[in-house]
């Protein structure tokens, strides 16, 4: 809502020195939020002149223009203009920059040789001084309100501030001067009500009107104009008004009915009385219905929509827009004037489904005083009359009438309970009187009943709001509450945080992606037809039709990324995600439908979580580029297959599990290069290389290495978190070179190695993988660095031996190996 300040002070006693800015906040204060401040940005001198000669001089490029002499009141010789336009006549007052003003859009205006003369300035229009849309034809000015040399800026209230409020659905009463007005005088500024209008006797010969559905349009009211010029121009300061608060002017007709809903918030449509067939009916649309609409589109109507209809049809979609049918036009003489209120489901939904917004759905969807229709519409009869001549047809029509508002009771400590703010019955009382209430009650309780603007207030917590703003949101205490004495984080919240560490301290960068996967992206990963990554859930409503399923993988997201990222130029990339997956089961039990009247038991809570999917966090990581890094120093090293498996492995020592990895083959990685993850004999995922086809799918370098695995599941078996004393004594460092069966996983021979070694045993490194002579074929040999150190004592050779010894042995009965001699 755009409020000129010129124009609220007319309904307002704002204190003199109250500035545009004081009055924005005061506004904001009271929840009629500040969005912008509007000026118009002009500097004179602009003052008035009166027309002496205008001589008509055409030129060689075929343009006519005006040589006129002008008295601006600055002396005894008129001032020599040119000028373009000739809407004007000699002896018209009209609006003059002189040389050294500077209008809207940073016009500066000087004395200029152009079409053979000096042009000692400038004859404005509306256009020129940001008032109108019209550049052709200039202001002239009435003389009964003017005289030469008058200041034209504060004549034309050229230096008038536009003060714009963000209003909220809650609050469409401030969507007119009225409202606004109101709310300003909060705090005991006298104010006037642009509403008290003064209207005669219902007589009920009116211009005939049926309304069939009194729920869609309670009240009805209809007042007629006859004799009117429709060609009449629209006074100057109403144009300017409407066009200040963001409205063009268009005709007199068209302008007094937006001024006086821009005025009083109630949006009023005219009809062309000769164009009009029978009466006027307020009904329902009937099937197969259509009618252009004032802009010149055939709308189809659903039978849900609210018309406006006479004996040809529909003339109007209510609420909305009007009909081409009755258009008002200059040859317009006879106007019915249409004030009437409307249900706001009603037309926010037609506004919705015909995408069609407009001024007056904006209002009636929001809620419109109904009380004032008929004085809305004696409001734009009058105007009329007053600038359009002819006379307001004695007969007046009213169907309807406002609605009886119950009382809301409320306890009067009730704001005070809620805002903190010490805030006793009187003071309830009078915030409540301010914004419209009639109450009653004493010290304990009060019963309100709302004002029939306020159609938002429908329940106690909605008065405490009002009774917060007029006192003041500032004073509302800033408390801080009491923090409970909490127990810190949950072990799988501090393990989750370890793995994080761990990630970043391998080198890894996580990222975030929305949990939404589409069709083409589980395609693109090359997953089977019945993979059970493909058994997705699909969303109601989805955020984007290309990605309408929770995902069951984190790797699209992930490659996505990646993908961008080397698109904008970074080649050595390793980044990571933690986040849920969403896994439906084949056969999933329906959700129940809740009852709303109370809370649901342990068995209806047990059947809507037996309903929904399970979520498991996973853990997706992908590199890409250099691991380790190259330079001055030689040569790096590119990220491998090998990398996205040691990471895993990282993330699961540091939750002190051993992995076991064995060679595997599962989409979307290369079927050489792809290891089976598992912990404790379960698979929990899978690393690896990825498959070429589905790099080229995402737009990702060959050989990108990626692995995802169950990380809810690693956290829930991480060992205990404990501490050892450390050895101040030498390590004892032994090789042992084994024979295994190429098939036989090297992590289920160090595991063996490590369990047969005893507590004196404290690691076994895998450091070399051979096949060949002298190697039999089938076998491979892996060679493990063996570290050995005591808690007490430096080890000897006697104390080494039988721990090589035992670890050997544990191998071989465990996988088969042999020590090669």
């Not at 969807?365 to 809305?376: K, M, S």
């Amino acid at each position: 809502m755009r409020v000129p300040v010129s124009w609220l002070r007319d309904y307002v006693d704002l204190p003199p020195d109250l500035g545009p800015a004081s009055l924005a906040a005061r506004l904001t204060a009271l929840g009629l939020t500040l969005e912008a401040l509007h000026t118009l940005d002009i500097t004179g001198p602009v003052v008035v002149g009166r027309v002496l000669q205008a001589v008509p001089e055409k030129h060689s490029n075929g343009k006519t223009v005006s040589w006129c002499q002008v008295d601006v009141g600055d002396g005894d010789e008129p001032r020599g203009i040119v000028c373009g336009a000739d809407n004007f006549a000699v002896d018209d007052l009209v609006v003059v920059a002189l040389p050294g003003a500077v209008l809207p859009g940073g016009f500066a205006i000087s004395a200029r040789k152009t079409y053979g003369h000096v042009s000692d300035g400038m004859i404005c229009s509306t256009r020129e001084l940001g008032i109108g849309d019209d550049h052709l034809g200039i202001l002239v000015l009435d003389p009964a309100g003017a005289a030469v040399g008058d200041d034209g800026i504060a004549l034309l209230d050229l230096d008038d501030t536009v003060i714009e409020l963000e209003i909220t659905a809650d609050r469409g009463y401030a969507l007119s001067m009225r409202g606004v007005a109101r709310d300003a005088a909060i705090g005991g500024l006298p104010w006037r009500d642009p509403a008290d209008v003064e209207v005669p006797e219902t007589s009920g010969h009116g211009y005939p009107v049926q309304v069939e559905d009194d729920d869609a349009c309670p009240v009805f009211a209809a007042v007629t104009v006859t004799g009117l010029d429709a060609t009449a121009p629209t006074p100057h300061w109403m144009a300017q008004r409407v066009h200040l608060a963001g409205m063009r002017s268009i005709s007199l007709p068209v302008d007094v009915t937006n001024y006086v809903m821009l005025e009083l918030g109630q949006p009023i449509h005219g009809y062309d009385r000769s164009a009009l067939r029978g009466p006027i009916v307020v009904r329902r649309a009937r099937a197969g219905e259509k009618f252009r609409t004032l802009d010149g589109v055939v709308r189809p109507v659903s039978e849900n929509d609210l018309l406006i209809t006479d004996d040809t049809g529909p003339i109007g979609l209510a609420g909305v827009m009007g009909g081409e049918q009755t258009e008002l036009s200059a040859a317009t003489t006879d106007i019915v004037i249409e004030a009437a209120n409307f249900d706001p489901p009603t037309i926010a939904r037609t506004a919705r489904r015909h995408k069609l917004p407009s001024e007056a759905s904006k209002r009636f969807e929001r809620g419109v005083d109904p009380a004032i229709c008929l004085q809305a519409a004696h409001r734009v009869a009058g105007l009329l009359v007053e600038h359009g001549g002819g006379r307001i047809e004695p007969g007046v029509t009213l169907l309807g009438g406002e609605p009886e508002r119950a009382p809301i009771t409320i306890r009067a400590d009730l704001p005070a309970r809620i805002t903190g703010i010490d805030i006793d019955a009187g003071t309830s009382r009078r915030a409540l009187e301010a914004v419209g209430c009639r109450v009653q009650g004493d010290a304990s309780m009060l019963a309100a009943t709302p004002p029939t603007w306020r159609q938002d207030l429908t329940d106690s917590y909605d008065l405490v709001e009002e009774v917060a703003r007029v006192v003041g949101y500032d004073k509302v205490p800033s408390v801080l509450p009491t923090a409970p004495p909490g127990r810190g984080l949950t072990s799988a919240q501090r393990r989750r945080r370890r793995v994080g560490l761990a990630l970043a301290g391998a080198g890894l960068v996580e990222v975030k992606n929305y949990p939404f996967i589409g069709t083409d992206a589980l395609d693109a990963l090359g997953l089977d037809a019945d993979d059970v990554l493909r058994r997705t859930l699909h969303l109601e409503n989805p955020l984007s039709e290309e990605e309408p399923q929770l995902t069951t993988t984190l790797l699209p997201g992930l490659l996505k990324v990646l993908g961008r990222n080397v698109r904008r130029g970074q080649r050595n990339l390793a980044i990571f995600e933690t986040a849920h997956v969403f896994l439906p089961a084949a056969d999933p039990p329906a959700a129940p439908i809740l009852a709303v009247d109370r809370r649901p038991d342990a068995a209806e809570l047990a059947a809507l979580d037996a309903a929904l999917p399970a979520q498991p966090r996973f853990l997706a990581l992908a590199m890409t580029g250099e691991r380790e890094a190259s330079g001055w120093w030689g040569a790096g090293r590119d990220s491998s297959w090998a990398d996205a498996i040691a990471v895993v492995e990282e993330v699961a020592r540091v939750l002190g599990r051993t992995l076991t990895v064995r060679k595997a083959t599962r989409a979307p990685w290369h079927p050489g290069r792809c290891a089976q993850i598992l912990l404790d004999g379960e698979e929990i995922g899978h690393a690896g290389e990825l498959h070429p086809s589905v790099c080229a799918a995402f737009a990702v370098p060959e050989r990108t290495a990626v692995a995802e695995v169950d990380l809810d599941a690693l956290v829930a078996a991480a060992a205990p978190a404990t501490s050892s004393r450390l050895s101040s004594f030498p390590v004892a460092k032994e090789d042992v070179a084994l024979l295994v069966a190429e098939d036989v996983p090297a992590a289920e021979v160090q595991q063996a190695l490590l369990a047969g070694g005893g507590p004196l045993l404290e690691s076994a490194r895998l450091f070399d993988v051979y096949t060949g002579a002298p190697v039999p074929a089938g076998m491979r040999s892996l060679a493990f660095a063996l570290r050995l150190r005591a808690p007490d004592r430096t080890l000897t050779e006697a104390d080494v031996r039988p721990v090589r010894e035992a670890a050997v042995a544990a191998a071989h009965a465990a996988t088969g190996a042999t020590q090669r001699s």
